[in-house]
């Protein structure tokens, strides 16, 4: 993995933390002198794992190798960085989380909780960028 994004520009933001052989950790919480919510990509698993705004996934979900997982990585990074996605994070009246997904940058105010979200009873939704003073909250 560090061969596949050392060559990103935004690892320069970024620590890397080895742990063992088969985990290594690229930590990204600025962005150029800017403070952000820490984005983390580990390797566990022959997978990539990717975190952001309180949402996770992990790639490869189209590539065929670890080369074609990075540029995925890279690619959904980006994305939150240039504000392109934002997450829409669900909690319910006690404050505790339902569940969380990735929106587009216009979208406002999302459709609705998924619908295994619903059973946690969601009643407000934080729509989340990498700089926290852009969060906005509406009531589900």
Partial sequence: MFRALSGWAETL???????????????IN????DAIEPIL?????????VEFGYWETDLPEQALDAEGA??????????????????????NDAGHWCGSMVVERD???PLAPSEGMLSFN???????????RLWETYSV
């Fill in 122 to 132: 969601p009643t407000k939704v934080e729509l989340r960028s990498p700089h926290r």
């Fill in 70 to 91: 990075a540029q995925e990585a890279i690619e959904l990074v980006s994305d939150w960085l240039s504000g392109a996605i934002r997450t829409a994070v669900f909690t």
């Fill in 13 to 27: 933001n970024g620590r890397w933390t080895r742990w063992d052989e088969s985990y290594l950790l690229l930590e």
């Fill in 30 to 33: 600025r962005l150029g002198e």
């Fill in 107 to 109: 979208t406002t105010r």
């Fill in 41 to 49: 990509i580990d390797t566990a698993d022959e997978e990539l794992h």
